[in-house]
């Protein structure tokens, strides 16, 4: 029976865009709610402020990671543009220039040659782009996956701390959507982690640290608005 390990590295793309996009839902809707509310706005204005920034931010999050990706797909793209027309025009030299990244790994040189030989024939782009370039099929470029994690999740995650907003009202407001979106980031960083099979404190604590320093400026900044126009 052949032993099989499972393996995270696959998910690296769509959790990186998903707990980005999360994150940045959580943090930024709430600083917003709380930046707001600590200038002593009206409530509906609040939520107005809030709801605002869930749809721009979700935009926002979508565009940005559909550029990034699509840029560093072009790169991915050209790579293999350029190691295409070098097999077209010296297969050799590629296939003595595998077998020599074979040896590095710790082949004999004469089976090295061999693994090249194999490899190349069956798929000779294939084999440079893995072990030459270090493009896989797991970790290539994926655009518009990775801009609709990232949408999703900040939608889902902007919407947290909205939803406690509508129900608080008052002197309240603030220090009950701030427990809450650090409980979230807590939840967000802790699953991340262990999705990840990273160390789950380490994770929680990460995203905490940022999401209550975040919190905290803009609740600065909302009652420094609040004094000057007082």
Same mark, same amino acid.
């Given at each position: 029976?052949?032993?099989?390990?499972?393996? @995270?590295?696959?998910?690296?793309?769509?959790?990186?865009?998903? +707990?980005?996009?999360?994150?940045?839902?959580?943090?930024?809707?709430?600083?917003?709610?709380?930046?707001?509310?600590?200038?002593?706005?009206?409530?509906?204005?609040?939520?107005?402020?809030?709801?605002?920034?869930?749809?721009?931010?979700?935009?926002?999050?979508? $565009?940005?990671?559909?550029?990034?990706?699509?840029?560093?797909?072009?790169?991915?793209?050209?790579?293999?543009?350029?190691?295409? =027309?070098?097999?077209?025009?010296?297969?050799?030299?590629?296939?003595?220039?595998?077998? =020599?990244?074979?040896?590095?790994?710790? *082949?004999? &040189?004469?089976?090295?040659?061999?693994?090249?030989?194999?490899?190349?024939?069956?798929?000779? *782009?294939?084999?440079?782009?893995?072990?030459?370039?270090?493009?896989?099929?797991?970790?290539? $470029?994926? &655009?518009?996956?990775?801009?609709?994690?990232?949408?999703?999740?900040?939608?889902?995650?902007?919407?947290? &701390?909205?939803? +406690?907003?509508?129900?608080?009202?008052?002197?309240?407001?603030? &220090?009950? +959507?701030? $427990?809450?979106?650090?409980?979230?980031?807590?939840?967000?960083?802790?699953?991340?982690?262990? +999705?990840?099979?990273?160390?789950?404190?380490?994770? $929680?604590? @990460? %995203?905490?640290?940022?999401?209550?320093?975040?919190?905290?400026?803009?609740?600065? %900044?909302?009652?420094?608005?609040?004094?000057?126009?007082?």
């Amino acid at each position: 029976m052949v032993h099989s390990e499972i393996h @995270r590295s696959h998910r690296v793309g769509w959790l990186r865009a998903a +707990v980005l996009g999360a994150n940045d839902g959580i943090v930024s809707t709430a600083s917003l709610i709380i930046g707001v509310a600590a200038a002593n706005t009206a409530h509906e204005d609040i939520l107005l402020a809030g709801a605002a920034g869930l749809v721009a931010g979700a935009m926002s999050m979508a $565009a940005g990671e559909y550029v990034s990706v699509s840029s560093q797909l072009d790169t991915e793209n050209a790579d293999l543009a350029i190691e295409k =027309k070098s097999l077209e025009q010296n297969f050799e030299s590629e296939k003595e220039e595998l077998a =020599k990244i074979y040896e590095g790994r710790g *082949l004999e &040189p004469m089976l090295a040659k061999h693994v090249a030989e194999q490899l190349m024939a069956h798929d000779a *782009l294939g084999a440079h782009a893995r072990d030459d370039i270090g493009i896989t099929e797991s970790i290539s $470029a994926q &655009p518009v996956q990775a801009a609709l994690s990232s949408a999703g999740a900040f939608t889902v995650g902007a919407a947290l &701390p909205l939803v +406690v907003a509508w129900f608080v009202q008052g002197k309240l407001l603030i &220090p009950v +959507v701030a $427990a809450f979106s650090l409980m979230f980031l807590v939840i967000l960083g802790a699953t991340a982690a262990r +999705v990840g099979g990273a160390s789950i404190i380490v994770g $929680a604590i @990460r %995203v905490t640290f940022w999401g209550a320093l975040a919190m905290t400026l803009t609740a600065v %900044v909302g009652r420094i608005f609040d004094v000057v126009t007082s």
